[in-house]
């Protein structure tokens, strides 16, 4: 500790001075061991996101909460309506940053897919390999796992032609489109 006695015990009967005291000297071991740090604000904010949209989505957050514990009926049907238009203006916005990112480029598929796997969430999540060791244990059980994929698809094929076999009234039609 910097500043020597981490509490100095007086006689004084004041509970206000000791409070005091006791505050300022816990405040200041508080401060000293976990300093304030200030951290940029990271926004996302994508290509199609402009100030406009921006603003309207937090015109949209206050008019929810207006209406969140509101009875007012003309209220909520301006929400509602506000909303309907918001949509539509984020689709329009997203169509037309999109297509300029197709046009723009030289391969099309390329952006198109992108955008796709964009919108779908469907990101490939690469693993980090950090040592060798891991890298092994990765490889084996990758490779002990395919059998038990494989299987696990089959049963569940399988599964799915006795469904549609026991179950479907054109049954004779779907096994002679299957036998061809």
């Not at 009875?71 to 037309?96: F, G, M, S, W």
């Not at 059980?141 to 799915?160: A, D, P, Q, R």
Request: glycine share 2%; hydrophobic share 30%.
């Amino acid at each position: 500790m910097k500043h020597g006695t981490v509490f100095s015990i007086s006689n004084n009967p004041d509970i206000d001075t000791l409070f005091n005291s006791f505050l300022n000297n816990y405040l200041r071991i508080f401060y000293n061991h976990f300093p304030k740090h200030k951290f940029a604000k990271r926004h996302n904010y994508t290509l199609w996101m402009t100030f406009g949209i921006r603003t309207s989505c937090k015109h949209k957050r206050l008019l929810h909460l207006h209406t969140k514990n509101c009875n007012d009926t003309p209220l909520k049907r301006h929400y509602k309506q506000y909303c309907k238009i918001l949509t539509n203006v984020i689709k329009e916005a997203k169509k037309y940053t999109y297509n300029n990112q197709i046009n723009k480029s030289t391969n099309k598929i390329k952006p198109t897919w992108n955008i796709i796997k964009k919108e779908s969430n469907r990101h490939k999540k690469l693993k980090n390999v950090t040592n060798y060791e891991n890298s092994l244990d990765a490889f084996n059980n990758y490779f002990l796992t395919v059998s038990e994929n494989i299987i696990k698809n089959i049963y569940f094929f399988l599964f799915i032609y006795f469904i549609v076999r026991s179950y479907d009234p054109y049954k004779n039609w779907i096994l002679n489109l299957s036998s061809r």
